[in-house]
């Protein structure tokens, strides 16, 4: 899993980390939640199969209960993060990753800050860089 790790974390510096500077372009987007910062950017997409995004939350950070149309794969790699699917509170620390499947309704409390990568197989629309969707509350 190190190895693995390693790549992720190569892959994931293509792209600014927060609070470094951030660019508002495609690939970008800044949700409203609940309570903290969340920052997602695109790193990888094919368009049709499979796409890679980074995201970081602030400390005391929440997302909204919500749902994808398409499978979320979930990787830490710096913090934590309190993930509840289906009523089941799991803890995912570094290294740690969960696969959610489509239409699973799900939130994430972050407790301290958070850098994750998830892959979803195909895109998920909602996500930043693949359309010009609703965040996660419905708002633009």
Same mark, same amino acid.
């Given at each position: ?46 368009? *049709?199969?499979? !796409?890679?995004? $980074?995201?970081?939350?602030?400390? @005391?950070? +929440? ?6 149309? /398409? ?27 969960? *696969?959610?499947? !489509?239409?699973? $309704?799900?939130?994430?409390?972050? @407790?301290? +800050? ?6 979803? /197989? ?19």
């Amino acid at each position: 899993m190190n190895d693995n790790l390693t790549k992720l974390q190569d892959l994931t510096q293509r792209l600014p980390l927060f609070p470094e500077a951030i660019t508002q372009d495609d690939c970008y987007k800044e949700y409203k939640m609940i309570r903290g910062d969340c920052h997602g950017w695109l790193v990888y997409t094919n368009a *049709t199969t499979v !796409a890679v995004h $980074k995201w970081f939350n602030s400390i @005391d950070s +929440s997302f909204p209960e919500h749902a994808h149309s /398409v499978a979320e794969t979930i990787v830490v790699f710096e913090g934590q993060m309190r993930l509840k699917v289906n009523d089941k509170e799991l803890i995912l620390n570094e290294q740690n990753s969960f *696969t959610i499947p !489509a239409q699973t $309704k799900h939130n994430a409390v972050f @407790d301290v +800050s958070c850098r994750y990568i998830t892959v979803t /197989v195909p895109p998920a629309p909602e996500f930043p860089g693949i359309s010009e969707g609703d965040n996660l509350n419905g708002n633009k």
